[in-house]
């Protein structure tokens, strides 16, 4: 089971993410990144839009994830609560995400915004493998 926590980061919103495969700790980034922007247990899973990216390592991967969902959320109205993942290799080494976020327009009255974010940074991001569990950290510009 996967899990993230927020970190102490000045001005702006750090977070660590963790899972137990590559796919959770995605997930788990996702979910961290939008519950730093309202309050996940009030968004139901009424919509989905399906994202595909694709990169050459796991940062810039993690990178244009968490920025495809943000883009999604800017320009639809639409905010997440929970994702399925799925991460392979393609042939030419590439890493390659196909997630389905599950979500909801934008109701002022239920997703109380808590932080706007700007941009997803590479600033600190960081992907690694600790004792069996993969790691993220993420740094949002708010």
């Known amino acids: 089971m996967g899990n993230f926590m927020f970190l102490e980061h000045g001005a702006d919103v750090a977070f660590e993410a963790r899972g137990e495969s590559l796919e959770e700790l995605f997930r788990q980034a996702a979910k961290a990144m939008y519950a730093s922007m309202l309050n996940l247990e009030r968004v139901s899973p009424r919509e989905f839009r399906t994202v595909r990216v694709d990169a050459p390592d796991l940062v810039i991967l993690l990178h244009d994830w968490l920025s495809e969902l943000l883009f999604i959320t800017d320009t639809e109205g639409l905010v997440f609560s929970d994702f399925d993942v799925k991460i392979s290799h393609d042939?030419?080494?590439?890493?390659?995400?196909?997630?389905?976020?599950?979500?909801?327009?934008?109701?002022?009255?239920?997703?109380?915004?808590?932080?706007?974010?700007?941009?997803?940074?590479?600033?600190?991001?960081?992907?690694?493998?600790?004792?069996?569990?993969?790691?993220?950290r993420v740094i949002l510009d708010v």
């Open 91 to 136: 042939r030419d080494g590439e890493y390659l995400l196909e997630a389905t976020a599950h979500g909801e327009p934008v109701d002022p009255e239920r997703h109380e915004a808590v932080t706007e974010i700007k941009a997803v940074t590479y600033h600190g991001m960081e992907v690694y493998e600790e004792g069996g569990e993969w790691v993220a």
